[in-house]
Nanobody
Framework: VQLVESGGGLVQPGGSLRLSCAAS????????NCWYRQVPGKERELAAQ???????YYSDSVKGRFTISRDNAKNTLFLQMNDLKPEDTGVYYC?????WGRGTQVTVSS
């Protein structure tokens, strides 16, 4: 199983990024899918979650700004991040079942 994230980068405050996570060896639609993030100086935290029924969960820190979604045909998970803030800076990880991606760096800075 491989989960490979992409789409991170440097963005100014207020900007947007769309993260993608492509899976091989695992079907996203059959599992609970998660985006975690680890910001400097803090433990890894759950940012967003999507279950097989399409129900979502967002942490208070991202609610209203981030949207988790999935393309079942492409077996790809997304995280649309809008109105980004400097405190969103960190490494973002895709997770499903017991598997984790290696992460993609998001830096929000002017």
């Amino acid at each position: 199983v491989q989960l490979v994230e992409s789409g991170g980068g440097l963005v100014q405050p207020g900007g947007s990024l769309r993260l993608s996570c492509a899976a091989s060896g695992l079907v996203f639609a059959q599992r609970v899918n998660c985006w975690y993030r680890q910001v400097p100086g803090k433990e890894r935290e759950l940012a967003a979650q999507l279950n097989p029924l399409g129900q979502t969960y967002y942490s208070d820190s991202v609610k209203g700004r981030f949207t988790i979604s999935r393309d079942n045909a492409k077996n790809t998970l997304f995280l649309q991040m809008n109105d980004l803030k400097p405190e969103d800076t960190g490494v973002y990880y895709c997770q499903a079942f017991y598997y984790w991606g290696r992460g993609t760096q998001v830096t929000v800075s002017s």
